[in-house]
Structure formats: structure tokens, C-alpha cells
């Protein structure tokens, strides 16, 4: 059988995604806002998803078994402890201040470069009139 084609009772990351949101009892249109992504994306995505994709996948719903979705092996959903939960928790909030500082930083470069730029036009007009 050739690499790229699957035997037909193997499911794709795709179709065990429609499982889970079905038993999340959810439109797709939903459970793709709720995540982040376009519809489009997840109907795209047979066999193969990006890393940003499966991040926010997991990131709003953390009880989604990585290993079944993407082997399809083991439980659908595992248990996440309260500990896990508030793990999460921090690490999310303290992402959120990195991004934030990082957007201030950004605006901060955008600044100082038009202040270079501005500089170097005072340079460029001192020496023509030397």
C-alpha cells in the first residue's frame, strides 16, 4: 500500500476530532472558535496538524487525550488533576506577560529606529552643507 494512502478502517486526526466534538455535543463552527482556529483549518487537516494548531486545540480543551488524537490510541479524554489545572493556569498567565512585554519592546525598536532614521538625515544634511 502506498505511504500517503491509510488502510480503510484507520481513522485521521480529522475524523477523531469530529468524535470529540460530538461528544462535546458542539457545532464545529463552535469548537473551532472556541479554540482560535478557522472551521477551514480543521477540514483541511487530514492526517497532519501544526503545532500551533494542536496547542490551542489542547490549551481550551485540556482533558482531550493527546495520544488518541493524534495516534488514536488509548482513552479519548484523561483526568486532569486540580494541580495540572493551576500549572496550567500560571504558565498561561505568565505567557500572556511575556507577549505583552514583548508587544511594549517591539513598539519601543519601531521608536528608536525612526529615531535613528531621523539622525541620520540630520547627519546627511550637516556634512552637504560642509
Known sequence: MPENQQPKNEQTIRDR?????????????????????????????ERFMGNDLLH?????????????????TGAMLRVIKTKDMEIIARLDKENMRLTEQIALMEGQITRLLIMLEERDKIISKLIEKM
Do not use: D, H
Open 17 to 45: 476530532l469530529y468524535v470529540f466534538v460530538n461528544t462535546l455535543g458542539i457545532p464545529m463552527r463552535e469548537f473551532a472558535k472556541k479554540c482560535g482556529i478557522y472551521e477551514t483549518t480543521i477540514y483541511s487537516s
Open 56 to 72: 490551542r486545540i489542547y490549551k481550551t480543551y485540556p482533558e482531550l487525550n493527546p495520544t488518541w488524537l493524534q495516534l488514536g
